[in-house]
């Protein structure tokens, strides 16, 4: 079996699979995350004909989508994808099952599956991730908030010679110097990602705008904004409790804004002079 090595976040994982096909294309779609270091969670991928278990042996229904279901038996959880693909796992995460019923379900390696067991790995004490977008320019890291359709990827697009992190899902982590926010290769709108990092300096809750307008928030109203594009996580109170305390340290440490803006490159000119009149403020 072959093992593919991903980092994302400082986070190493391997996809272990034996189909040459299947290898190659993962090979390519995750080339600007490649790692040799040793994974801390594992996904060991079989390509089987039929899965045999069926969804009365998965335990309790605990949240569903349009393409997959989670269920929790005891201390085992299972991921069904309603294609015909079916992952098995504790929490934390370190070795995950997945099997595949055909080449149509590779679909859940390139995106959700892996990004779903990271976002679970991280919410046990270790990170979160956001609904945003992320660009970094020098050491400081700008994180961008919206639902969909709220102009995520289109700050993306206007960011100019600065680095994109993702345009759709940003990871934020915490290390001794205080936030920092992750690219990851789920993108959104915009096919560019990064495996960058950076300083988390400042958080916006995009507005469309027929000018462009910055107010700073309060952390009440904040912390309420962040919880909303933040993913929450399914497995238990003590993950929740983390994920509500680091939401609360983040507008806490970091200023929050509600940025309203026009859909042009005015816009970066115009957070560039905000934060000159701060500096000459303060």
Same mark, same amino acid.
């Given at each position: ?136 320019? /020098? ?27 993702? /345009? ?69 109170? /003590? ?44």
């Amino acid at each position: 079996m072959n093992q593919i090595k991903i980092e994302v976040a400082d986070t190493c994982f391997s996809l272990n699979l034996q189909h040459p096909i299947a290898e190659e294309r993962l090979l390519s779609h995750y080339k600007d995350f490649l790692s040799h270091k040793f994974p801390q969670i594992c996904i060991n991928v079989k390509f089987v004909s039929k899965i045999t278990k069926s969804e009365k042996d998965f335990g309790s229904l605990i949240y569903q989508t349009k393409i997959w279901r989670l269920y929790r038996n005891g201390q085992e959880w299972f991921l069904f994808f309603l294609g015909g693909s079916l992952a098995q796992f504790s929490i934390p995460p370190k070795d995950v099952e997945f099997l595949a019923e055909g080449p149509k379900e590779w679909q859940h390696l390139f995106y959700i599956l892996p990004e779903f067991i990271l976002t679970a790995f991280l919410s046990q004490g270790r990170g979160v991730v956001f609904h945003s977008s992320g660009v970094a320019e /020098d050491d400081k890291g700008y994180l961008f908030l919206a639902p969909g359709g709220g102009g995520k990827s289109t700050i993306a697009k206007l960011r100019g010679e600065r680095t994109l992190l993702n /345009d759709d899902r940003i990871i934020v982590r915490k290390d001794r110097k205080g936030f920092r926010m992750y690219g990851n290769p789920w993108h959104g709108e915009v096919r560019i990602t990064s495996r960058q990092s950076t300083n988390l300096n400042k958080v916006f809750f995009l507005k469309k705008e027929r000018k462009n307008v910055i107010i700073l928030l309060s952390k009440v109203d904040a912390l309420k904004r962040l919880l909303k594009n933040g993913f929450m996580p399914f497995w238990g109170d /003590d993950s929740t409790k983390y994920t509500l305390q680091f939401c609360a340290e983040i507008v806490e440490s970091v200023p929050c804004f509600e940025l309203g803006f026009l859909p042009d490159e005015s816009i970066w000119t115009f957070i560039e002079d905000y934060e000159m009149a701060t500096k000459k403020i303060n």
